[in-house]
Each structure stands twice: as structure tokens, then as C-alpha cells.
């Protein structure tokens, strides 16, 4: 049997009063390339900020390597994140520090290399992301594309077990999304890297998901599960076969399923 190294179990959440998720459970596998899926509005970025522990559940666990997060006291949390990447949206790069300086950052604070060694490694994660040639450069004077794999690299700096990725095709045009994937499914082959990432982007789930997780606003939770093929050719839910057909869904439609 596979091994998971990330399960959500029952989880429930929302803001204030309002609930946006319930009873979501689903797991991911070592080396597993997971799309969390659907809608604007379906609760995507609510889900990957409770799995990245920027915010509790109100119910339910997300467990990690076989210890919910939130257990004995955030602890947990703390030796997790040491194991994750994250790419954010915006590729949250330092803009006055170069591209070496700003994947030295993770580096610098998490291990006690020596300077040279430091400096090696943080190259050796520019060219793995294409970028070695614009070390010194900076996030302003680079592409939207370059700035996303600079943070990719900062994102593999440490050798994570999993990264997490928020929308990493946003803001790109379709060839640089294109060529995004291509680095992503090329490292999740070279370095077995498990990857969950979130997104809408039709072309991106098709490229690069092994499975995905698809959620709807009006479900609050998870609707399918399966390879991206299975869903888009053989699933009858009418919420699902108009996302992955990219048609408009029928009033009746929506009444019927929810």
C-alpha cells in the first residue's frame, strides 16, 4: 500500500460565522503530484491555509507523517514546516535581495553550513530552476516566470518532502505556465518531491496533477477525487463535467446536485 505523507481527516472550517468547508478527508501519497481544484469560491485557499497551519480547523486534523500539526502545543507544526516548501502566489520574493540572496534566506536560518557551502547550494537550486545565469539579478528585473522559479527554488532550498503550491500558473501567459509545469513534473520525477498545489487552471491540472481533489462552494467540501482523465471523461456529476468541459452550468443543474 502506498504511503501517505499528508491526510486531512474530517476537517471543517470557515471565517467568523460562516462555514466554507466540512467533513473534507482525502490523503497524499509520497511522491504524489495532488490538485486541489474547482471554483473561485469553492474554498481552495481556505483548505491550503489550514493545511500549511496559518490557521486552525475548527474541527478535524491534518496530519503529517502520522502527527496531526496541532498537536502537543504547535511543536508538530514546527518540525513539519522544517519538511515543506511553499511557493506563494505572488512568489513573495524579497525585492531587495537578489534571487541568491533570497534562497540563502531559508539556508542561513535553518542550517549551520559554512559560507561556501551555503553559496554552492543555493547555485545548485538556481540552475535546478534554470536561473544560475541570473543569481545576482533582482526579483524587479526579472520576468513574472523567472520570479515564480526563483521562488521555486527558495521553495527546494532545504530538500523538502513536499511542497505546497498556491496558484503557480497565476499572472503567467500560456507559454511561461507551460514551461512551469514542464519544471515542476521534472523535478517531481528527478527528486520524487511530493507536491500539492491549488489551482483553477484547466491546462495545469490536465499537464501535471496524478490526482485531484475538486471542491464545490455549494458541497462546502469534496465532490470527486480522481485522476484529472477519469473526471473530465467518465464522471456524470454535471458540477464536474462543466469545469473540466469549460461550460457554463444550468441553474437546474446546480438544485439538482446540491
Given at each position: 500500500?502506498?504511503?501517505p505523507?499528508?491526510?486531512?481527516?474530517?476537517l471543517?472550517?470557515?471565517?467568523?460565522?460562516?462555514?466554507?468547508?466540512?467533513?473534507?478527508?482525502?490523503?497524499?501519497?509520497?511522491?504524489?503530484?495532488?490538485?486541489?481544484?474547482?471554483?473561485?469560491?469553492?474554498?481552495?485557499?481556505t483548505?491550503?491555509?489550514?493545511?500549511?497551519?496559518?490557521?486552525?480547523?475548527?474541527?478535524?486534523?491534518?496530519?503529517?507523517?502520522?502527527?496531526?500539526?496541532?498537536?502537543?502545543?504547535?511543536?508538530?507544526?514546527?518540525?513539519?514546516?522544517?519538511?515543506?516548501?511553499?511557493?506563494?502566489?505572488?512568489?513573495?520574493?524579497?525585492?531587495s535581495?537578489?534571487?541568491?540572496?533570497?534562497?540563502?534566506?531559508?539556508?542561513?536560518?535553518?542550517?549551520?553550513?559554512?559560507?561556501?557551502?551555503?553559496?554552492?547550494?543555493?547555485?545548485?537550486?538556481?540552475?535546478?530552476?534554470?536561473l544560475?545565469?541570473?543569481?545576482e539579478?533582482?526579483?524587479?528585473e526579472?520576468?513574472?516566470?523567472?520570479?515564480k522559479?526563483?521562488?521555486?527554488a527558495?521553495a527546494?532550498?532545504?530538500?523538502?518532502?513536499?511542497?505546497?503550491?498556491?496558484?503557480?500558473?497565476?499572472?503567467?501567459?500560456?507559454?511561461?505556465s507551460?514551461?512551469?509545469?514542464d519544471?515542476?513534473?521534472?523535478?517531481?520525477?528527478?527528486?520524487?518531491?511530493?507536491?500539492?498545489?491549488?489551482?483553477?487552471?484547466?491546462?495545469?491540472?490536465?499537464?501535471?496533477?496524478?490526482?485531484?481533489?475538486?471542491?464545490?462552494?455549494?458541497?462546502?467540501?469534496?465532490?470527486?477525487?480522481?485522476?484529472?482523465?477519469?473526471?473530465?471523461?467518465?464522471?456524470?456529476?454535471?458540477?464536474?463535467?462543466?469545469?473540466?468541459?469549460?461550460t457554463?452550468?444550468?441553474?437546474?443543474?446546480?438544485?439538482?446536485?446540491?
Amino acid at each position: 500500500m502506498t504511503e501517505p505523507i499528508l491526510e486531512v481527516r474530517e476537517l471543517e472550517g470557515g471565517y467568523g460565522t460562516t462555514r466554507v468547508l466540512r467533513g473534507v478527508s482525502f490523503r497524499v501519497n509520497r511522491g504524489e503530484i495532488v490538485v486541489i481544484a474547482g471554483r473561485s469560491g469553492c474554498g481552495k485557499s481556505t483548505l491550503l491555509r489550514y493545511l500549511l497551519g496559518l490557521a486552525r480547523p475548527w474541527a478535524g486534523a491534518v496530519c503529517f507523517e502520522g502527527s496531526d500539526i496541532w498537536a502537543d502545543g504547535g511543536q508538530a507544526l514546527a518540525a513539519a514546516r522544517r519538511k515543506w516548501g511553499v511557493l506563494f502566489q505572488s512568489g513573495a520574493l524579497l525585492a531587495s535581495f537578489t534571487l541568491l540572496e533570497n534562497v540563502l534566506l531559508p539556508l542561513s536560518e535553518f542550517t549551520r553550513l559554512p559560507p561556501p557551502i551555503l553559496w554552492r547550494t543555493a547555485m545548485r537550486k538556481l540552475d535546478l530552476v534554470g536561473l544560475a545565469a541570473f543569481a545576482e539579478s533582482y526579483p524587479l528585473e526579472v520576468s513574472g516566470g523567472m520570479q515564480k522559479r526563483a521562488g521555486l527554488a527558495r521553495a527546494l532550498a532545504l530538500d523538502p518532502d513536499m511542497v505546497f503550491f498556491d496558484e503557480p500558473s497565476a499572472g503567467l501567459d500560456p507559454v511561461t505556465s507551460a514551461e512551469l509545469d514542464d519544471l515542476i513534473l521534472t523535478i517531481n520525477r528527478t527528486l520524487a518531491t511530493t507536491m500539492l498545489i491549488v489551482t483553477h487552471e484547466l491546462p495545469s491540472i490536465m499537464a501535471i496533477s496524478h490526482r485531484v481533489v475538486m471542491l464545490d462552494a455549494t458541497a462546502q467540501g469534496i465532490i470527486a477525487v480522481g485522476s484529472a482523465r477519469e473526471l473530465g471523461e467518465y464522471s456524470t456529476d454535471p458540477r464536474v463535467t462543466a469545469f473540466f468541459g469549460r461550460t457554463p452550468l444550468a441553474q437546474e443543474a446546480v438544485h439538482h446536485v446540491s
